[in-house]
């Protein structure tokens, strides 16, 4: 019996999530670095899904102040969401790993 490999889709989608969670660090790390800067607006942006082709990252228009607070929770969820993307591709990439080897 074959074992069946994951899809191409599958693993292009956890790869661009990861890109996605790191484009939300970096404006949150942005905003909390400029925040004492005169004249700053808080940089900000959405997370958007796109079928067949993963998670995107779309800049928005600056909105002002920056609110720390909500800028500590963007991290916090970043944080958890990229390290749960981070061990499905490391189960996937094992499970690949576990099938190949099987055809061996």
């Known amino acids: 019996m074959r074992p069946a490999m994951i899809?191409?889709?599958?693993?292009s989608s956890l790869v661009s999530g990861l890109g996605v969670q790191s484009r939300v660090v970096e404006t949150a790390a942005a905003n909390i670095a400029n925040a004492t800067t005169g004249d700053y607006e808080s940089a900000r942006g959405q997370v958007v899904s796109r079928p067949l082709q993963g998670a995107a990252y779309v800049p928005l228009p600056p909105e002002g102040e920056v609110d720390l607070g909500r800028e500590v929770v963007n991290l916090a969820l970043a944080k958890h969401s990229y390290t749960a993307m981070a061990r499905a591709y490391s189960s996937i990439a094992e499970t690949e790993k576990r099938g190949l080897d099987a055809l061996a």
């Open 7 to 11: 899809s191409s889709v599958s693993l």
